[in-house]
């Protein structure tokens, strides 16, 4: 029924969609939370919810407490009944989820980007992921709702191409239409977004839904991005500038950015200046145990950092430190001018050691000024998984999401 929901439809199915919609949103629910909601008379409410049970697509949750009397039906989805597939592509691996309709993970394969990785070599890798992930688990290929891909590089969405694709490391990228190439091996629906916004979207859908209607996700990775929730809707338009708020000046007499400018914080805080940052210290003496990874210090790679993050490197715990303290003046800036709720911190080095805290910490010093903001920084849930799961995500969103007139 779910794939009905899409297109021209009766008044009946657009009701069905949205009673879906405020399950999925607000379950477990009762249906007087509903006829409030919708302005349905509880009879006609009680029918359409009663049809979306029949089809599977809702049940009982049995959790309702009884005031004295019978037990109300508390609704929630059946999160059993379809299934997705979240991608994540960026330079450094390439991300496969099988996804419940309650955004859960069931199962997740990895491709390290390498430089046999070529733009069809990867699609090819999701292709059998997708194959493999549903024989495994023994679900019919009907029951796939589409596959979602979040691409954390610039996107042409007209043409379903990587725009500026010079740090993968294998090529065969530039014209790839991601959308048409996996469309036709998949025969499914295929939705492609930048995936900063993903990721904001799957942690309003996940965690705050109920809770906010105004939150930012900031990301920390090869590039500095953010996604924005506002006032319940994921903010997005035709200009392609999520990585805007890496060029973000915080030293007017800084370091030169790739862009032209000096002192943005993508020169600071982003892994390429990090890397760039280590080098130049080892080229002026310092010491690290990255020396004895490669012969040459230009040979070290993001994998080697933060693989020497993770054994408490002292010069890149240091390199990373300073990146972090100058992500928290870009973030309290990105905080002044929004004025977000919550904010949410992902990519790659947040779960790495000291970032997520300096930069933490950093921000809210900043912010001791406006000491009533009540504004939260938050470390993502599922940092290495959440653009996989926005973008799944966005493929149920399609499907269900119906609003209120």
């Known amino acids: ?214 939150l930012i996700f900031v990301s920390s990775d090869m590039g500095i991005r953010c996604g924005t929730i506002l006032q319940g809707r994921l903010v997005s338009n035709k200009n392609e500038m999520a990585d805007a708020f890496g060029h973000v000046i915080v030293d007017v007499h800084g370091r030169l950015c790739s862009c032209g400018s000096y002192g943005c914080l993508q020169a600071y805080s982003s892994l390429p200046a990090i890397r760039n940052e280590v080098v130049h210290r080892l080229k002026r003496g310092n010491f690290s145990s990255l020396q004895e990874k490669v012969n040459d210090v230009e040979d070290i790679d993001f994998h080697h950092i933060l693989n020497a993050l993770e054994q408490e490197d002292p010069l890149c715990l240091e390199v990373v430190k300073d990146a972090a303290y100058y992500f928290g003046i870009g973030l309290s800036n990105l905080i002044f001018l929004m004025r977000p709720d919550i904010v949410i911190c992902g990519g790659t080095l947040v779960p790495k050691p000291l970032f997520y805290e300096v930069a933490y910490e950093t921000a809210l010093n900043r912010l001791m000024h406006y000491p009533n903001s009540n504004v939260q920084i938050i470390k993502s849930t599922t940092a290495y998984n959440i653009v996989a799961q926005g973008a799944g995500c966005m493929v149920l969103d399609y499907f269900t999401e119906e609003l209120l007139t």
């Open 1 to 214: 029924m779910l794939k009905q929901f899409v297109g021209l439809s009766s008044p009946k199915t657009k009701s069905l969609k949205l009673l879906y919609s405020l399950v999925r949103k607000l379950g477990p629910v009762r249906i007087n939370t509903l006829t409030e909601l919708t302005g349905y008379k509880h009879v006609t409410c009680a029918r359409l919810l009663d049809e979306l049970v029949q089809e599977g697509l809702i049940y009982d949750s049995g959790i309702g407490e009884s005031s004295g009397g019978r037990k109300p039906l508390m609704y929630v989805i059946n999160p059993d009944k379809y299934c997705l597939i979240g991608v994540e592509i960026t330079s450094l691996y390439t991300t496969v989820l099988l996804l419940d309709l309650k955004i859960n993970i069931i199962d997740v394969e990895k491709l390290k980007m390498e430089s046999h990785c070529t733009g069809e070599y990867t699609l090819n890798f999701v292709t059998r992921c997708v194959n493999e992930l549903l024989d495994k688990h023994n679900i019919p290929k009907d029951k796939l709702l589409g596959i979602g891909v979040g691409v954390i590089d610039s996107i042409d969405k007209e043409s379903g191409a990587i725009i500026n694709s010079h740090l993968f490391p294998a090529g065969g990228w530039d014209h790839l239409n991601i959308v048409d190439y996996l469309q036709q091996q998949n025969a499914t629906h295929v939705f492609l977004d930048n995936g900063t916004n993903l990721a904001a979207l799957a942690e309003y859908r996940n965690n705050y839904w109920n809770k906010t209607d105004n």
